[in-house]
């Protein structure tokens, strides 16, 4: 047994790379960046075989069809096909699919906007051959965000990474590549509620990082709001971290200081300095205090329970509804 983790881990790399990007809602710019790929993956990375899985959040719109439209037209060493969601699950449980049913020795995630330039797939694999099992391509610049939303995201990004103790540059990680035995592991996580990326992270395989710039849409705007936003936030932090029980626990203990200091100061106001306090307001005071601190309590902890109750219940956190598409056969020569 010890040997065959440790072959698996000295074993040479193949040449059978996954490209795993979620789609929702993108039937306009699908044709270009399918054909992006199909003329940049046959003409510089020949030596490569390519199996490029969207996956249809369960779009309204025509994606699938656009999709399937384009299987028949990929070159030789490329194979297309797309999965459709069930139901709309977002991005996040997209890619988990993507990753569950991904067979590449590389799996790379990417978006299907367009805005990731295609030439990324060359930077991933180079440093794959080079050894490192996790590379993370960093956002330095979007062409698409305005100044308050790029400062906005790198401030999530800061205060996720503080949070879950898991280190990650603030520009935020949206291209990944991973070695087939990170995405193994990451299989072997049977979680909810939590994001991709730091289920990824915590896994602490050997990892690098380069830089690029996300370009403009090619058409259509972001689906990304911020109410989706905040609920990648809340997953992130309540799946990853204890921080926010134990920042509530010290502010619980700071207030209840500052309250037993308040009532040693009417005391002392009134007993030896003999000034009557207002007794209405210091009640009125401290029952909205105490109240105030009671609902916060119950929220978190009501969060962090429901958390656990839904990985009690084991329900699927997503189905497939249909697919269509080519892989490689197994016995075709790499």
């Known amino acids: 047994m010890l040997d065959q983790i440790l072959n698996s881990r000295t ?83 997209a890619i988990t699919a993507a990753l569950n049913i991904c067979r590449g020795d590389f799996s790379i995630i990417m978006a299907s906007d367009g805005q990731d330039p295609v030439y990324l797939v060359k930077e991933l694999l180079d440093r794959w051959i080079e050894g490192k099992d996790l590379v993370l ?20 990004w800061q205060l996720l990474s503080w949070a879950t103790k898991l280190e990650i540059d603030r520009g935020g990680c949206d291209v990944m590549g991973l070695d087939r035995k990170v995405v193994n592991a990451f299989n072997r996580m049977d979680e909810r509620n939590t994001t991709f990326v730091f289920r990824i992270l915590s896994l602490g395989f050997d990892r690098t990082t380069f830089y690029y710039e996300k370009r403009a849409r090619l058409v259509g705007q972001s689906k990304w709001n911020f109410v989706k936003r905040i609920g990648i936030f809340v997953d992130a932090v309540a799946g990853f971290s204890n921080r926010p029980i134990r920042l509530i626990v010290n502010f619980g203990l700071t207030i209840f200081v500052v309250l037993v200091l308040r009532w040693l100061y009417v005391i002392y106001n009134a007993y030896v300095l003999g000034h009557e306090p207002s007794q209405f307001s210091i009640i009125l005071n401290t029952i909205f205090t105490v109240a105030a601190i009671q609902i916060l309590l119950i929220g978190i902890i009501g969060d962090y329970t429901w958390r656990i109750l839904d990985e009690a219940r084991k329900r699927p956190s997503y189905d497939f509804s249909d697919s269509y598409g080519e892989v490689f056969n197994d016995d075709e020569p790499s």
């Not at 993956?41 to 899985?53: A, G, M, Q, V």
């Open 137 to 156: 391509a960093i956002r330095e610049r979007n062409s698409d965000q305005s100044f308050l939303s790029r400062s906005t995201s790198k401030l999530a």
């Open 11 to 93: 074993k040479k790399r193949g040449n059978l790379v996954s490209i795993l990007m979620p789609v929702f809602n993108e039937e306009e710019c699908l044709p270009l960046v399918i054909e992006d790929f199909f003329k940049y993956l046959s003409e510089s990375l020949p030596d490569y075989r390519f199996e490029i899985t969207f996956i249809d959040d369960c779009s309204s719109d025509n994606s699938f069809k656009v999709i399937s439209s384009y299987v028949a037209k990929a070159p030789s060493n490329v194979k297309l096909n797309v999965v459709r969601l069930a139901k709309n699950s977002g991005s996040h449980t």
